[in-house]
Nanobody
């Protein structure tokens, strides 16, 4: 019902910024909680941030608090992730996810996922 496509990834130096975008299609986009996750080679998938369907509530993983900001524009069917003060540890494939509730974002089979976009931060 929901299709997601990430964009905006690339190579950036440590301390730099990057903005990722997730374009969603589907009639119920505005009713879904949205989230960003990332996975580095050989590492477990990590929660980055989430935002409620209304955009009024956001949550971030400890490793990105104060540096990353998630936002959504339901009129444009997009979710963004502004990443500042990037560190080499932020290097990963970033995935956009959607689910009926914030909890279900952590249940892979109950969420829709984009194909991912690579973010590489060099020293």
């Amino acid at each position: 019902q929901v299709q997601l496509e990430e964009s905006g990834g690339g190579l950036v130096q440590a301390g730099g910024s990057l903005r990722l975008s997730c374009a969603a299609s589907g009639r119920t986009f505005s009713n879904h909680a949205m989230g960003w996750f990332r996975q580095a080679p050989g590492k477990e998938r990590e929660f980055v941030g989430s935002i409620s369907w209304s955009g009024g509530s956001t949550k971030y993983g400890d490793s990105v608090k104060g540096r990353f900001t998630i936002s959504r524009d339901n009129a444009k069917n997009t979710v963004s992730l502004q990443m500042n003060s990037l560190k080499p540890e932020d290097t990963a494939v970033y995935y956009c996810a959607a689910a009926a509730t914030p909890y279900l974002l952590f249940v892979s089979s109950s969420a829709w996922w984009g194909q991912g976009t690579q973010v590489t931060v060099s020293s």
